[in-house]
T-cell receptor, first 112, second 115 residues
Framework: GENVEQHPSTLSVQEGDSAVIKCTYS??????FPWYKQELGKGPQLIID?????GEKKDQRIAVTLNKTAKHFSLHITETQPEDSAVYFC???????????FGAGTRLTVKP | DGGITQSPKYLFRKEGQNVTLSCEQN?????MYWYRQDPGQGLRLIYY???????QKGDIAEGYSVSREKKESFPLTVTSAQKNPTAFYLC??????????????FGDGTRLSIL
């Protein structure tokens, strides 16, 4: 089955700097890769996703890149703000699977 | 507003007691899911349902049971057989789509603790 690894587990940056979180997956049949942001005491919220027929997707300060050959994908946050502080999860889903596999999460802290 | 509602927000279980967590959605989604989240870990799938009256075990189904009698509702029962139930439980739903490229939408979770 699919296995998703996420790094780093914690990340601290200064306000205004960029943050990058990386994930690798094992199943080459995976075709959908969402990223979720989870604030304390809340459920995960989808912030961006990418499908396997696309190499990069951007939404304002957030971008995701996908390298299918190397089986890794990354989340890039530019011009970070204190409200970006949260736990971020990557996930991968395969064509025929009914479930999503999640990384262990990255706790991002943006220092003002 | 459409969304997923989980209740209660906090729940306490006594030894030998079964407890039921509620999950309701008004997104008209066919598929619903239950995940368990432990500190420092990702989400682990307990059960999922693609359609009414049908559900499948996930990776950690032992000690849990579900039902799917209505499209909008997918309650999870944590039975006394689950020896380590303390965790944050998340319910999610999605459009049922064969290509697997639809996002899951999450509720705000139920935190279950042992008395």
């Amino acid at each position: 089955g699919e296995n998703v690894e996420q790094h780093p587990s914690t990340l601290s940056v200064q306000e205004g700097d960029s943050a990058v979180i990386k994930c690798t997956y094992s199943d080459s049949a995976s075709n959908y890769f969402p990223w979720y942001k989870q604030e304390l005491g809340k459920g995960p919220q989808l912030i961006i996703d990418i499908r396997s027929n696309v190499g990069e997707k951007k939404d304002q300060r957030i971008a995701v890149t996908l390298n299918k050959t190397a089986k890794h994908f990354s989340l890039h946050i530019t011009e970070t703000q204190p409200e970006d502080s949260a736990v971020y999860f990557c996930a991968a889903r395969t064509y025929n699977n009914n479930d999503m596999r999640f990384g262990a999460g990255t706790r991002l802290t943006v220092k003002p | 507003d459409g969304g997923i509602t989980q209740s209660p927000k906090y729940l306490f279980r006594k030894e030998g007691q079964n407890v039921t967590l509620s999950c309701e959605q008004n997104l008209n989604h066919d598929a619903m899911y239950w995940y368990r989240q432990d500190p420092g870990q990702g989400l682990r799938l307990i059960y999922y349902s693609q359609i009414v009256n049908d559900f499948q075990k996930g990776d950690i189904a032992e000690g849990y049971s579900v039902s799917r009698e209505k499209k909008e509702s997918f309650p999870l029962t944590v039975t006394s057989a689950q020896k380590n139930p303390t965790a944050f439980y998340l319910c999610a739903s999605s459009i049922r789509e064969g290509r697997g490229r639809q996002p899951q939408h999450f509720g705000d979770g139920t935190r279950l603790s042992i008395l």
